[in-house]
């Protein structure tokens, strides 16, 4: 892991003062029992399927994996330098925890897993992101996904 008191004054600049987005603040909303959820995960560890097209650096799109993807076929083209992939290449679920929410549906957890889960390339500006995410909010309701699992890499 790399730590910020690792990086150059300069890289740190750049992240700490980083003209971000504001957002106003948004009210949690009470929903079923976790029991009850159909469950979708959204990754930004720049995680497809190896025939979908590689991420581009700072472009906001995603990309969607179907719950019965062959978890073998998955690669991350995730581009930061500062980016360790030992995590990945170890255990896909620290990026992507599909046996862990299949795990929680066999015990009777949750209620469902989604069909699809996604995942966008992370070290990308909120702004270019935003678009598309209000495009993926839009099918996750279409698709009855009542919670996520956020894993912001």
């Not at 799109?61 to 991350?76: A, C």
């Not at 909010?137 to 912001?152: C, E, F, R, T, W």
Request: with cysteine.
């Amino acid at each position: 892991m790399v730590y910020l008191s690792d990086w150059s004054k300069q890289q740190q600049d750049v992240l700490l003062n980083q003209d971000l987005p504001k957002y106003n603040d948004t009210a949690c909303v009470n929903g079923p029992p976790l029991s009850e959820r159909r469950i979708a995960i959204i990754t930004t560890s720049g995680l497809h399927q190896r025939t979908d097209r590689v991420f581009t650096p700072g472009v906001g799109e995603y990309r969607i994996i179907p719950d019965d993807t062959n978890m073998d076929d998955l690669i991350m083209s995730h581009v930061s330098t500062n980016f360790d992939r030992t995590g990945f290449y170890q255990d896909l679920n620290t990026v992507f925890p599909i046996d862990r929410l299949r795990e929680l549906l066999a015990n009777k957890e949750i209620g469902e897993i989604a069909n699809y889960h996604y995942s966008f390339m992370g070290a990308t500006d909120p702004r270019d992101m935003e678009d598309d995410a209000r495009q993926l909010a839009g099918v996750l309701k279409s698709d009855q996904v009542d919670a996520v699992v956020l894993l912001p890499v």
